[in-house]
T-cell receptor, first 112, second 110 residues
Framework: GQQVMQIPQYQHVQEGEDFTTYCNSS?????IQWYKQRPGGHPVFLIQ?????EVKKQKRLTFQFGEAKKNSSLHITATQTTDVGTYFC????????????FGQGTTLQVKP | DTAVSQTPKYLVTQMGNDKSIKCEQN?????MYWYKQDSKKFLKIMFS???????INETVPNRFSPKSPDKAHLNLHINSLELGDSAVYFC?????????FGPGTRLTVL
């Protein structure tokens, strides 16, 4: 079945450093979504990418969707303590049955 | 106004008991889901309902039974609770595929 792999599982950075998490799917995706879950909280939708090669920015966050629509990345520039949390990618397969497959998540810790 | 709400927030119970978790959304979405998040934060879909009809039923023990009385509500009943059922259960709703999650119910089975 479809799998979505995400690396790294954990990342500790000093405040001000950059951070990137990578997402790879075993199959072509119709779209990819990114979510953030703060400690003790619930996943919150950040963004959706649909087009091959698409790049979107939200302030210090840059999201990319690969040309083959099988991988994606989230890059945070100059991390802040408010960026702490677990970042999940999630993809719909090409058939888009409605089932979203989540990656394992990357937990980001930021040292002040 | 809370978009997706769940009750209870915490549930501590003994093995073998039966318990229910309730979920309600006021977003007018047609599709609702139950997810299980384990201690390693892995999010796995369990069920999905669209307009009160079951459309996704992953490999979940039949001790878990979802019920959707109307499209704004999706409840989860669990029979004969086991230690391995301890997790955070999230309800979510969506219209266009974007998931709106509830605050979660932390279930601890002793």
């Amino acid at each position: 079945g479809q799998q979505v792999m995400q690396i790294p599982q954990y990342q500790h950075v000093q405040e001000g450093e950059d951070f990137t998490t990578y997402c790879n799917s075993s199959t072509t995706l119709s779209n990819i979504q990114w979510y953030k879950q703060r400690p003790g909280g619930h996943p919150v939708f950040l963004i959706q990418l649909v087009k091959s090669g698409e790049v979107k920015k939200q302030k210090r966050l840059t999201f990319q969707f690969g040309e083959a629509k099988k991988n994606s990345s989230l890059h945070i520039t100059a991390t802040q303590t408010t960026d702490v949390g677990t970042y999940f990618c999630a993809g719909h397969g090409s058939g888009n049955t409605g089932k979203l497959i989540f990656g394992q998540g990357t937990t980001l810790q930021v040292k002040p | 106004d809370t978009a997706v709400s769940q009750t209870p927030k915490y549930l501590v119970t003994q093995m073998g008991n039966d318990k229910s978790i309730k979920c309600e959304q006021n977003l007018g979405h047609d599709t609702m889901y139950w997810y299980k998040q384990d201690s390693k934060k892995f999010l796995k879909i369990m069920f999905s309902y669209n307009n009160k009809e079951l459309i996704i039923n992953e490999t979940v023990p039949n001790r878990f039974s979802p019920k959707s009385p109307d499209k704004a509500h999706l409840n989860l009943h669990i029979n004969s609770l086991e230690l391995g059922d301890s997790a955070v259960y999230f309800c979510a709703s969506s219209r266009t595929g974007t998931q709106y999650f509830g605050p979660g119910t932390r279930l601890t089975v002793l």
